[in-house]
């Protein structure tokens, strides 16, 4: 059962290049894939994206890429001749671009043979997930279309003020450097620092000069802190919260959210009801609810293949090696 039968006649939509070929690293109601076949499928992400490779490196990603594969194969057997056609659409312009990088590209040509794969098989590995992407797409499309105005209500009211709007500025310390991810201040020296800052602003410091001076946001430092009738939902939580809930024109105490430390003034703050909601934010209620409906799709599917992975684990190290 480690190997793939031999013999067996391929479905030319949902095989790749290498189905068939090699050990069997997962068994699925209806089929099997082999590793031959997986890593021309890792091979072109890889290629596409190089980073990949070290999210792959992480305990148990593989594996669910590997699951994902296995669910684009079982979709691809329900692909539509328009889907399929405009698939191969998309392969042809990737494989005039791929032709034209590998030509004008020194180490092209090497790179796609680092992940095991040819021009031809690089394309037809992009045509089928591609197909599987427009699958997907239309799926979300009709989940869409379906969606009620009572499942858009409900789904405004687990997080009304989401779609509150809001104008504030702030002084983000940081605590890690953007760029290279290093520490920039410890915890206690950011404290401190937003401290300092919202002390000088009680004491009527101008925000354009403190911003300039001591903000480590890049997106609002040149603009005196200020981030002008923004949707709250857009920001990480510790954020968020503050700008529903401090009390407009009033400079809070500082807020910690990943990035670092906050000194936040709101400046002014509009709550939201779903009657007053625009075009734009019914969109995005829309879609969080086709979305919703998409991910309970694709995981009924995964249950219905009874997805058995068999990929080597990795050995476990000693306790010896580890000291």
Known sequence: MALAGCGKSLDGRRDIPGAGKGEVVAFYNGGNVTRTEFDKYLGLHQFVNPILAYYLSMGGMEEEFLKEYVLAKHLLGQATDAQWEAAEE???????????????????????????????????????????????????????????????????????????????????????????????????????????????????ADWNEMAREYSDDPGSKENGGLYENVKTGVWVEEFKKAANSQPVGVIGDPVRTEYGYHVIKVESRKEASFETLGEEDLATLRENVAYAKLEAFLEAERDKLGISVVLPQEPEESPEAAE
């Open 90 to 204: 998309q392969a042809a312009a990737f494989r005039d671009e791929l032709k034209t990088f590998v030509k004008e590209q020194p180490g092209a040509k090497d790179a796609l043979n680092a992940v095991g794969l040819t021009v031809e098989e690089a394309v037809a590995v992009y045509k089928r997930f591609a197909a599987y992407q427009l699958i997907v797409a239309d799926r979300q499309a009709e989940l869409e279309a379906a969606v009620t105005e009572g499942e858009m209500r409900s789904e405004f009211e687990k997080s009304p003020q989401d779609f509150n709007t809001a104008s504030v500025r702030h002084v983000l310390i940081a605590t890690v450097d953007s760029q290279t991810g290093e520490e920039k201040r410890t915890e206690e020296e950011a404290l401190q620092l937003a401290l300092e800052v919202k002390d000088k602003l009680q004491k009527g």
